[in-house]
C-alpha cells in the first residue's frame, strides 16, 4: 500500500537484522518509509530481519539505496536530522515536521564523520546516563519517531530555523 509517509527513517549501513527488523515494525506502526544505505550487515530476505518485523514487513513501505547519494536523489528535498551520540543538541530541542528525514548509523560505528560534518547544524542526540555507552539502534528510532508524533499532537511551536 502506498500512502505519504509521515516520516523518512534512514539506516546508513545497518549491520544486524533484528533491528532493522523491528525498525521497520516501528515505522508501520507509525507512518514512516524507511530507507535502507547499502553496504547492509545481512540480505533483506534475511529470515532474522523478517522475524524481528514479523508479519508487518509486508505493510511496510521501504527501499534500499545503494550509497549516500543515491538516497539524497530519491528523498523529497529536505536536510535531514542525524542522530549521533557525539551531538550536543537535545533532539527534543529540535521541531519536527510531517515529512522529515531521520538518519541514523550502523550499530557498530554509527555516522561517518563526513555525514556529520555535512550535516553539522542537524546533529541530534538522545540524553543517556554515561554508564551506558548508545542506545539500541531500534529504540533510538523509536524515541525519535515518537516524539516527532508527541509534537504534532500537542501542536508544538514552528520548527526552528
Not at 45 to 65: F, N, P, T
Not at 72 to 90: D, I
Not at 114 to 121: F, G, K
Amino acid at each position: 500500500m502506498k500512502y505519504e509517509p509521515l516520516l523518512h527513517v534512514v539506516l546508513f549501513q545497518p549491520e544486524i537484522p533484528h533491528n532493522t527488523g523491528a525498525v521497520g515494525r516501528t515505522c508501520v506502526a507509525a507512518g514512516c518509509k524507511l530507507w535502507l544505505v547499502r553496504p547492509l550487515g545481512f540480505r533483506v530476505d534475511d529470515y532474522y530481519l523478517r522475524r524481528a518485523g514479523l508479519d508487518y514487513w509486508e505493510h511496510l513501505e521501504w527501499e534500499a539505496v545503494d550509497d549516500w547519494t543515491q538516497l539524497l536523489s530519491r528523498l523529497p528535498p529536505r536536510r535531514p536530522y542525524c542522530f549521533t551520540k557525539t551531538a550536543v543538541e537535545s533532539y527534543t530541542a529540535a521541531r519536527f515536521e510531517p515529512g522529515d528525514v531521520l538518519v541514523f548509523g550502523s550499530e557498530s560505528s554509527g555516522l561517518p564523520p563526513s555525514l556529520m560534518d555535512e550535516h553539522r547544524e542537524r546533529l541530534l542526540r538522545i540524553q543517556i546516563r554515561p554508564q551506558a555507552r548508545s542506545l539500541n539502534l531500534s529504540n533510538s528510532v523509536a524515541v525519535a519517531v515518537f516524539e516527532a508524533r508527541r509534537q504534532w499532537e500537542a501542536g508544538a511551536p514552528e520548527k526552528r530555523e
